[in-house]
């Protein structure tokens, strides 16, 4: 089986939306994700759960109660009910009648605008139902609206990272941690799942990793937490040599990032 190459340009950074354009818009919502767009970034990551009918709806928590009206597990209400909550006013009222969206509207909406990062979240693998898996259902939009080339998957779960390369050959996977790994444990992670990419907090990232992964043509994205993500993050990412990061703020990280590489052009 050989590595999809994934959604990399071959010589580029890539800026990523962090759930959209979290910063200035509710996370994980159309309206971030069109933010983001318009504030220059390559890629929006956003976070895939399962309703209680089995329906992959884009939200981060487990629970809806920080970033919905609702409350409870998103696990335990129906896409029906879920859809009927506000999704934007927690953030601010200008946003109120905002939806948490399901993955196929946002595919139809953003698909083949921008790169789109799916991140299956822990707890939609564990959902139990009479219904198809998260990973086959996440393979058959991406392929129904033809995304294949465009979307990168990617879990912190190796064995639904697993699951997801059985089911799809084809489409690339990224590898997620948050714990310090040595090159040859995070190069075996990679083998297992034919991932493209390794996305690793940006403050457990070391050159080492870098240089063990591009000479075989792999990518390495840096994320934070919410404190974490400032411009000192984003430089000691370019600084390691990483091929991308997640921005809450995509508007003035795309700034700071274009004026870095200017500076820096032609150093290794
Ligand atoms: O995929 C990078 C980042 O989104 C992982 O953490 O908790 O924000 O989904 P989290
Ligand atoms: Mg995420």
């Known amino acids: 089986m050989t590595t999809p190459a994934g959604p990399f340009p071959p010589d580029g950074f890539l800026l990523i939306a962090h759930r959209g354009d979290n910063r200035n818009f ?3 919502t159309l309206a971030a994700f069109e933010g983001a767009l318009a504030a220059g970034a390559d890629m929006v990551e956003l976070d895939v759960a399962l309703s209680a009918d089995g329906r992959p709806v884009v939200i981060h928590d487990d629970t809806l109660d920080r970033t919905t009206s609702g409350a ?5 209400r129906t896409l029906a009910e879920i859809e009927a909550l506000d999704a934007g006013s927690w953030f601010s009222p200008r946003f109120s009648g905002e939806r948490a969206p399901t993955l196929e509207a946002v595919f139809r909406r953003m698909g083949g605008r921008i790169r ?16 198809p898996d998260v990973c086959g259902q996440v393979a058959g939009l991406i392929r129904q609206h033809g995304l294949a080339g465009s ?48 996305h690793q907090n ?3 990232l070391t050159r080492g990793v870098v240089e063990a992964l591009h000479p075989r043509g792999l990518r390495v994205l840096a994320w934070t937490g919410r404190r974490e993500n400032t411009w000192e993050a984003l430089k000691k990412a ?31």
């Not at 409870?72 to 335990?76: C, D, K, L, N, T």
């Not at 299956?120 to 564990?126: D, R, T």
């Not at 990061?245 to 500076?263: I, N, Q, S, T, V």
């Open 116 to 131: 789109i990062n799916v991140e299956i979240k822990k707890e939609a693998a564990k959902t139990a139902g009479p219904f």
């Open 238 to 268: 370019l600084e390691c040599g990483a091929d991308g990061f997640f921005a809450d703020d995509p508007g003035p990280m795309r700034k700071l990032l274009d004026g870095w590489r200017e500076k820096n052009a032609g150093r290794a």
């Open 202 to 204: 940006a403050a457990l």
């Open 26 to 28: 509710p996370e994980n």
């Open 72 to 76: 409870g597990r998103v696990s335990a």
């Open 151 to 198: 979307v990168l998957v990617s879990c912190f779960d190796d064995a639904v990272l697993a699951d997801f390369r059985r089911i799809a050959p084809e489409i690339a996977i990224g590898v997620l941690s948050d714990r310090p790994e040595t090159p040859g444990e995070v190069l075996g992670r990679m083998e297992a799942v034919k991932a493209a990419s390794y």
